[in-house]
C-alpha cells in the first residue's frame, strides 16, 4: 500500500491562498482514489474533496466548491489542494488519504497522511 506525505501548510490572510500537495511513496500510486479531509480543534473529522483514480472524477463538500480545487499528477504519484479565497472557517489540520474504493465515500478512506496544519487569519 501507498505511504502519505503531505506538505504546503502554513499561516496564511484570509482571501489568500495556499497548495497543499500529498507524496505518495510505495507501489501502483494510480490504483487509489485520493482525498483531503480536515479536522478543527473541537470538531469531528471532515471531508473536504476526493479525486478518483483516473483524475476526471471529484466531489467537493459545499464549503469549499468553488474555491477548492483538487488534482492529481499520476506520474509523480502526487496529489494537490488548491485552495483559494481562504476563510477563517477553513482553519484546520488537512489530512490526505487514500482508498482502492470509491473517491466519493468518506467511509471508504483507510490510508492517512500525518496531516499539515493550515491557519487562516482574519
Known amino acids: 500500500q501507498v505511504q502519505l506525505v503531505e506538505s504546503g501548510g502554513g499561516l496564511v490572510q484570509a482571501g489568500g491562498s495556499l497548495r497543499l500537495s500529498c507524496a505518495a511513496s510505495?507501489?501502483?500510486?494510480?490504483?487509489?482514489?485520493m482525498g483531503w479531509f480536515r479536522q478543527a480543534p473541537g470538531k469531528e473529522r471532515e471531508f473536504v474533496t476526493g479525486?478518483?483514480?483516473?483524475?476526471?472524477?471529484?466531489y467537493y463538500a459545499d464549503s469549499v466548491k468553488g474555491r477548492f480545487t483538487i488534482s492529481r499528477d499520476n506520474a509523480k504519484n502526487t496529489v494537490y489542494l488548491q485552495m483559494n479565497t481562504l476563510k477563517p472557517e477553513d482553519t484546520a489540520v488537512y489530512y490526505c488519504?487514500?482508498?482502492?474504493?470509491?473517491?466519493?465515500?468518506?467511509?471508504?478512506?483507510?490510508?492517512w497522511g500525518q496531516g499539515t496544519q493550515v491557519t487562516v487569519s482574519s
Open positions: 488519504a487514500a482508498t482502492i474504493g470509491s473517491w466519493r465515500l468518506k467511509g471508504d478512506y483507510n490510508i
Open positions: 510505495g507501489r501502483a500510486f494510480n490504483a487509489y482514489a
Open positions: 479525486i478518483k483514480q483516473g483524475g476526471i472524477m471529484t
